[in-house]
């Protein structure tokens, strides 16, 4: 497995970014069921001592499902206590941020230097999509000199009919704005 290390203001999360075999399922919400029972070695393995600790949380990157055509990947949240949320803003945060500063994702470039009116860099937006299991996430990142500096948009895009066919309480809590700086 190829995983990074990354937080969002201090909170921990892995990101596998390759080496997790084919997941089944037609939507990543699907593809959460399946690897919740048939998969969860991997979550221990990424979390657990020797290689984890209690705060650890990770994350799998898996490719865009047909059901959110127009996202670059999606991600499956994996966390202590066999707990597999449908959306988190801080892994969401982080899965963004590797996904960009490893290349996986492009970031936008600005020919004329990006520089703010005093001098500073500014960085310039990237935006991009990633599917959760419960939906669609639009992110907006400004990046400057291959970094991540801040998120200008985070927003999930809650599919109901994805929300109907949960169970009550399953949706992590976290629907609507993640991050707006």
Not at 122 to 128: D, I, L, Q, R, S
Not at 141 to 156: D, E, L, N, P, Q
């Amino acid at each position: 497995m190829t995983v990074v290390d990354a937080h969002c203001g201090g909170e921990p999360a892995r990101v596998v970014v390759s080496g997790v075999p084919p997941i089944p399922g037609d939507t990543v919400l699907e593809q959460r069921e399946y690897f919740m029972a048939h998969m969860d070695h991997y979550r221990t393995l990424l979390l657990t001592e020797p290689r984890g600790y209690p705060c650890q949380n990770a994350n799998v990157i898996v490719p865009a499902s047909r059901a959110c055509p127009s996202a670059d990947f999606g991600f499956l949240i994996l966390e202590q206590g066999k707990i597999y949320p449908a959306m988190s803003g801080h892994n969401c945060i982080c899965v963004a941020t590797v996904l960009l500063e490893t290349g996986m994702v492009p970031m936008a470039t600005d020919n004329g230097g990006g520089d703010d009116e005093e001098g500073g860099d500014a960085g310039v937006v990237t935006k991009f999509q990633l599917e959760a299991p419960l939906g669609a996430i639009d992110i907006e990142a400004r990046c400057a000199h291959g970094k991540v500096g801040s998120f200008t948009r985070c927003i999930a895009i809650v599919c109901l009919s994805t929300l109907a066919s949960q169970p009550a309480g399953s949706t992590g809590g976290c629907v609507g704005e993640c991050l707006s700086t």
